[in-house]
Nanobody
Framework: QVQLVESGGGLVQPGGSLRLSCAASGSIATIYRTAWYRQAPGNQRELVALMSSGGFTNYADSVKGRFTISRNSTKNTVYLDMNSLKPDDTAVYYC???????????????WGQGTQVTVSS
């Protein structure tokens, strides 16, 4: 009923930049919180950045000042602009939306398929 499609990952040198996108489609009534998570090999999935429905943002300490989350509500799309990338940022990045679908009363979690970001020289 809802699909999240991510794009924008890839290989970048240290100090470089990437923009990730995540577009939601389907029977969407309301999108609430949106977020980006990442998971490096051998590590647990961790929260990178989130944006509330009211526009409040919060970031992991490790990415503050380097990453920016933003949203285009008309396109149901969330972005993650990543600057000054470091090898430690290498991970699979996942978008996460809290969505209430049409004719539903509850809010559910939806995840993107994941996109690989590799920071290496």
């Amino acid at each position: 009923q809802v699909q999240l499609v991510e794009s924008g990952g890839g290989l970048v040198q240290p100090g470089g930049s990437l923009r990730l996108s995540c577009a939601a489609s389907g029977s969407i009534a309301t999108i609430y919180r949106t977020a980006w998570y990442r998971q490096a090999p051998g590590n647990q999935r961790e929260l990178v950045a989130l944006m509330s429905s009211g526009g409040f943002t919060n970031y992991a300490d490790s990415v503050k000042g380097r990453f920016t989350i933003s949203r285009n509500s008309t396109k149901n799309t969330v972005y993650l602009d990543m600057n000054s990338l470091k090898p430690d940022d290498t991970a699979v990045y996942y978008c996460n939306f809290n969505i209430r679908i049409l004719r539903a009363t509850i809010v559910s979690d939806y995840w993107g398929q994941g996109t690989q970001v590799t920071v290496s020289s």
